[in-house]
């Protein structure tokens, strides 16, 4: 007990622990992810939406339209629900790309590691291409700093693991990976590229978009300027057969790492 005319603090110091316990918990709450909710207990009442049906109308939407044409009031106009319920799910745009990206790998883009680590990247490539090209609009998000999702880190976590039996440590494996996966982004972007510039234009054939664009390619190549150029214009004879260049860009790519790695 304290003395007379001495102030007893320990009530004080109580009070400041617990406000910045709960000025702790505030913050860890705020940097949770939408993962990290989904997992926790739902507390009643819950609405008839899932984060899965989030998930289909955001990725519809947006391979109709494009990922900008995804807003929360979209959303929620596709959903039959009032756009502030959907807060009770998602904080943000950002959590529904999230959400997005995660159903499309999951559903469409998985990994089954094999003892050939050439045949488990040269089929992860391709399942990759295929994915992006139904889903151009990821093409866009990979661009950003990529959310970690659960079946993304799983697909990742896969071709890691196709690594595994090779004399390569981590940093190495993890490169492999990235280099692959860096190489699909950028060849299958030049083949979205291309489809956007033939809706712009409104023409659905390359020779059309070739005819539109004569005019400027004749000048380029009258100029004298650029001979190397000239000669791909004037003797290449695969120029439309995309999966032709992907495959052998591929197969460049996996030879270079074999041949660098030794492995």
């Excluded at 700093?145 to 190495?172: F, M, Y």
């Excluded at 492999?176 to 979205?192: F, L, W």
């Amino acid at each position: 007990m304290a003395e007379d005319g001495d102030k007893d603090v320990s009530g004080d110091v109580g009070k400041g622990a617990d406000k910045q316990a709960d000025k702790s918990d505030k913050e860890a709450e705020e940097h949770e992810s939408v993962w990290q909710r989904m997992e926790r207990p739902a507390r009643p009442p819950r609405a008839a939406l899932t984060h899965d049906r989030i998930a289909e109308a955001a990725v519809a939407i947006a391979d109709a339209e494009g990922i900008d044409a995804v807003s929360m009031r979209r959303l929620a106009e596709r959903l039959g629900v009032a756009t502030m319920g959907l807060y009770r799910y998602v904080r943000g745009k950002d959590e529904v790309i999230e959400l997005m990206l995660d159903a499309v790998i999951g559903r469409e883009a998985q990994v089954e590691p094999a003892a050939d680590w050439r045949a488990t990247l040269r089929e992860a490539a391709w399942g990759l291409r295929a994915v992006l090209l139904r889903h151009p609009w990821i093409v866009r998000i990979s661009t950003w700093s990529g959310p970690l999702t659960p079946h993304l880190v799983g697909r990742l976590d896969g071709l890691l693991a196709s690594l595994d039996h090779l004399d390569l440590d981590a940093d190495t494996r993890m490169v492999v990976v990235g280099t692959v996966s860096a190489y699909v982004n950028g060849a299958v972007s030049t083949d979205i590229g291309l489809v956007e510039q033939m809706r712009n234009e409104g023409v659905s054939e390359m020779n059309e978009l070739r005819h539109l664009y004569a005019s400027r390619m004749m000048w380029l190549l009258d100029s004298g300027r650029y001979p190397a150029f000239e000669r791909y214009i004037r003797e290449g004879v695969r120029k439309d057969e995309s999966e032709w260049r992907f495959e052998l860009g591929l197969e460049c790519v996996l030879d270079g790492i074999a041949a660098r790695l030794g492995i």
